[in-house]
Every structure is written in C-alpha cells, then in structure tokens.
C-alpha cells in the first residue's frame, strides 16, 4: 500500500513550457485534490474530483487543467508555464469530503 | 467565502513548555475542522479532527475543541517535545472543498 504517490519530486521549466504533474493512490479513495503551498499563504486548492470523470475548480484555477479517467489517477497539466507557478505542489486523496486527506510528498517546481 | 486565520509564527518554546495555537475560522455552513502537521520534506498529517460544534479532537498528547460560539478551534498540548517540531495547519471542510490557514511553526528548544 504505497499511499499517494507523486512524480516528479523536482522539476525546473522555462517560461512556455508544459508538463503534468502525476499523482496516484492504491486507496481507492473517490476524493482527489491539487493544492500549490506558496510562503506565508499554506495551502491553495487548485483543483478537485468526488469521482472518476467529476472535476470541478478550487481557489486558484487559472493555468491548469486536470481530468480524471480514473478512480487512481489525477494529474495536473501546467499548458504554458509562468514564473508565477513556482510552488510546492500537493496530490491529496480521501474519502467523501469532508473527510481526511491524505497527503503525498509533493512536487517542487521553479519556473525560470 | 470560507476562510481559515491563525496565528503566526514562528512560535519557539523550551521543552515541556505549555503550547497553543490560535485557529479562527469563518463559514457559512457547518464545517469539519482539522489540524495537520508537516514535518520537513514532507507532505501534510492530519493530527486531529472534529466535525461538529462542541467535539474535541485528541492525537498524541494534542487537543482541539470545536468552539462554534466562538468560530474557534484552537490547538493546545500541555508538554510539547522537541519532535513537536514542524508546521501546523489549521483547516476546514465545507462542500467538499477544504480551506487551509497559512501555517505556523513551532520550534522547541531542548
């Protein structure tokens, strides 16, 4: 039971680029969210999913995209990354909101 | 909209030390309330919860009432450790969307 799982831990992109960010969980949770931690702000909610093929936006939208084809997999798509991305990045699953999450190790992304 | 405040830190106490931590929140439903704590490194734990008003959230010597008089939720532990070291992050649950305070650390000193 690996829990949730996020790859990569580290990346660097320039201005324009695109990337996913992966993330998985072996819990069978129907709860998925993105959050991004900046300093002195904790943690801003993305994106999230009640269910395969159910998404819906969080506090801070613009700039990403996400899908979720199934129950194990949520990733997020930065389309045309800007300095303004660069975050520590959280995957979390749960059960039903409200209920708790649980966390993966995050992503660090700069964006140059 | 729903929003979560704490207080700031760095909070930094001597071992054995008394600790709280201040969570306010604002709603317009009944929320679920939640601690979680981040050690370095890593992603968030949650440390305790509590989903309706008057409920206490214990875990590891770390307690928490739902204090809906007062939109409070307050983090108390009577000794803290140095393993206690970490960021604490006060958050809430409404409708499927979870709101975070910014975190406050707390440093204890041996």
């Known amino acids: 039971n690996a829990g949730v799982t996020q790859t990569p831990k580290f990346q660097v992109l320039k201005t324009g680029q695109s990337m996913t960010l992966q993330c998985a969980q072996d819990m069978n949770h129907e709860y998925m969210s993105w959050y991004r931690q900046d300093p002195g702000m904790g943690l801003r909610l993305i994106h999230y999913?009640?269910?395969?093929?159910?998404?819906d936006q969080g506090e801070v939208p613009n700039g990403y995209n996400v899908s979720r084809s199934t129950t194990e997999d949520f990733p997020l798509r930065l389309l045309s990354a800007a300095p303004s991305q660069t975050s520590v990045y959280f995957c979390?699953?749960?059960?039903?909101?409200?209920?708790?999450?649980?966390f993966g190790p995050g992503t660090r992304l700069t964006v140059l | 909209g729903d929003s979560v405040t704490q207080m700031e830190g760095p909070v930094t106490l001597s071992e054995e030390a008394f600790l709280t931590i201040n969570c306010t929140y604002t709603a317009t439903g009944y929320p679920s309330l939640f601690w979680y704590v981040q050690y370095p490194g890593e992603g968030l734990q949650l440390l305790l919860k509590?989903?309706?008003?008057?409920d206490k959230g214990s875990n590891k010597g770390f307690e928490a009432t739902y204090r809906k008089e007062t939109t409070s939720f307050h983090l108390e532990k009577g000794s803290v450790q140095v393993s206690d070291s970490a960021v604490y992050f006060c958050?809430?649950?409404?409708?499927?969307?979870?709101?975070f305070g910014s975190g406050t650390k707390l440093n204890v000193k041996p």
């Open positions: 509590a989903t309706k008003a008057d």
């Open positions: 979390a699953s749960g059960g039903r909101a409200p209920d708790t999450q649980y």
């Open positions: 999913s009640v269910g395969a093929g159910i998404t």
């Open positions: 958050a809430l649950s409404d409708h499927s969307k979870f709101y």
